[in-house]
C-alpha cells in the first residue's frame, strides 16, 4: 500500500501536466529465443525493460537507455519497432513503442536497485506466472505472428 500512494501521486501530476505520455520498451530476444524481462519495485510482475521517453529523446534513444539502465542491456543493432500499444491501466493517456531487439550484449548485470528488483531471461515455457497479461500478448505476437491488439 505504500508504493501505491506514491505512484498514485506521480501519475496524477502526470495527468495534469502532461496531455498524453509516451514510452519505449524492449522485447530482448536471446539466441535461445528466451525474452528478459524485468519486476519492478512499484508494481506487480514481470514486464519488458523500457521507461519514458524523455524532451529532445527519440524512442530509439529512450530503449537504449532504458535497457542499459534497468538490465544492463547495450543495444548492437537497430531495434525492430513491433508497434504502439495503448498502455491506459498505469495513466488514461500512456502509450508504449514497443522495440524487439536481436542484436546487443550484456557485459555486466546491474544489481537490484529501488526501481528494478531483478532482470531475467526465460524461454516461452518457462514463463513466471506473474508475467503481465499485456506482455504474454506481446511475446505471442513477436513468436507466433499473432494479430497485434489495440491495448496492453
Given at each position: 500500500?505504500?508504493?501505491?500512494?506514491?505512484?498514485?501521486?506521480?501519475?496524477?501530476?502526470?495527468?495534469?501536466?502532461?496531455?498524453?505520455t509516451?514510452?519505449?520498451?524492449?522485447?530482448?530476444?536471446?539466441?535461445?529465443?528466451?525474452?528478459?524481462?524485468?519486476?519492478?519495485?512499484?508494481?506487480?510482475g514481470?514486464?519488458?525493460?523500457?521507461?519514458?521517453?524523455?524532451?529532445?529523446?527519440?524512442?530509439?534513444?529512450?530503449?537504449?537507455?532504458?535497457?542499459?539502465?534497468?538490465?544492463?542491456?547495450?543495444?548492437?543493432?537497430?531495434?525492430?519497432?513491433?508497434?504502439?500499444?495503448?498502455?491506459f491501466?498505469f495513466?488514461?493517456?500512456?502509450?508504449?513503442?514497443?522495440?524487439?531487439?536481436?542484436?546487443?550484449?550484456?557485459?555486466?548485470i546491474?544489481?537490484?536497485?529501488?526501481e528494478?528488483?531483478?532482470?531475467?531471461?526465460?524461454g516461452?515455457?518457462?514463463?513466471?506466472?506473474?508475467?503481465?497479461?499485456?506482455t504474454?500478448?506481446?511475446?505471442?505476437e513477436?513468436f507466433?505472428?499473432?494479430?497485434?491488439?489495440?491495448h496492453?
Open positions: 500500500m505504500l508504493i501505491r500512494l506514491p505512484t498514485r501521486l506521480i501519475a496524477a501530476y502526470w495527468r495534469l501536466t502532461r496531455g498524453a509516451l514510452g519505449a520498451q524492449g522485447a530482448v530476444i536471446a539466441g535461445d529465443g528466451s525474452v528478459l524481462l524485468v519486476r519492478h519495485s512499484y508494481r506487480p514481470w514486464h519488458f525493460p523500457g521507461g519514458g521517453i524523455e524532451w529532445g529523446e527519440t524512442a530509439e534513444t529512450a530503449l537504449e537507455r532504458e535497457l542499459f539502465e534497468e538490465a544492463g542491456v547495450i543495444v548492437k543493432g537497430r531495434p525492430e519497432f513491433h508497434g504502439l500499444f495503448a498502455h491501466a495513466l488514461p493517456s500512456d502509450h508504449i513503442a514497443l522495440f524487439v531487439v536481436r542484436e546487443w550484449e550484456r557485459p555486466s546491474p544489481p537490484p536497485n529501488r528494478i528488483l531483478e532482470s531475467r531471461f526465460f516461452r515455457e518457462e514463463m513466471p506466472a506473474d508475467v503481465s497479461p499485456g504474454v500478448r506481446r511475446i505471442k513477436i507466433e505472428g499473432a494479430p497485434k491488439q489495440p496492453w
